[in-house]
Nanobody, 114 residues
């Protein structure tokens, strides 16, 4: 079984920064971060392939940076210039292509105050 453990959420003022980290129990394929705000659907924030190709939601482009360390099986999300609308529970996501399964972390709360 694959485990994804997130850390780094918290409360920050608008304009501030936070860094989220997700540690996986094994090396996986595409990894990413999703978020879900109250009353809204879960949405992709950013993803990164094992080779380092990245994809960002338009709403975070230029403010967030996703990175990964394949040796440590970790993926980070550096979030700068945070806005109140970034407030959500952030979930780590990972794909294990060979077994055609997707895994989720337990979620970490990010709250941005105005």
């Amino acid at each position: 079984q694959v485990q994804l453990v997130e850390s780094g959420g918290g409360l920050v003022q608008a304009g501030g920064s936070l860094r989220l980290t997700c540690a996986a129990s094994r090396n996986l394929n595409t990894m990413g971060w999703y978020r879900q705000a109250p009353g809204k659907q879960r949405e992709l924030v950013a993803s990164i392939t094992r080779g380092g190709s990245t994809n960002y939601a338009d709403s975070v482009q230029g403010r967030f940076t996703i990175s990964r360390n394949n040796a440590n099986n970790t993926v980070d999300l550096q979030m700068n210039s945070l806005k109140p609308e970034d407030t959500a529970v952030y979930y780590c996501n990972a794909e294990w292509t060979i077994v055609a399964r997707t895994f989720w972390g337990q979620g970490t709360q990010v709250t941005v105050s105005s």
